[in-house]
């Protein structure tokens, strides 16, 4: 996996432990969403856009767990996209993630986070 993709994974999951909103708007891409399918209850999606989530890490609505990251796979998509898969893992909640980024100006952005949560 290029390091980049890695470095702005990491990137992104800090800001979610730390309630970082700059730091997170900083790896995102504009067009950025949430998609959480059995969100916020079984059988209904949630989609959060990229202001919706900032707004939410700002208040501090979600977020402030640290949590280990494991890669579970990437799949690139041409030179300038790419496919991740990860677990995420803190005590209270688990997240099994599928993010899609995509390369601009030299930098890895996030533009969709699927995430699927599960007791931890």
Excluded: C, Y
């Amino acid at each position: 996996m290029e390091q980049g993709i890695r470095d702005s994974i990491e990137q992104f999951v800090r800001a979610g432990d730390e309630q970082d909103r700059d730091l997170f708007l900083k790896v995102t891409h504009a067009n950025f969403r949430v998609v959480a399918p059995n969100f916020p209850a079984p059988g209904s999606i949630a989609f959060l856009e990229r202001d919706q989530f900032a707004s939410l890490l700002q208040s501090k609505q979600i977020g402030g767990e640290v949590r280990k990251i494991d890669f579970l796979g990437w799949e690139p998509i041409g030179p300038s996209a790419a496919t991740v898969r990860t677990r995420l893992t803190g005590t209270k909640l688990r997240f099994e993630n599928a993010f899609a980024l995509i390369k601009m100006e030299d930098k890895w952005q996030i533009v969709q986070d699927m995430a699927a949560a599960s007791a931890g």
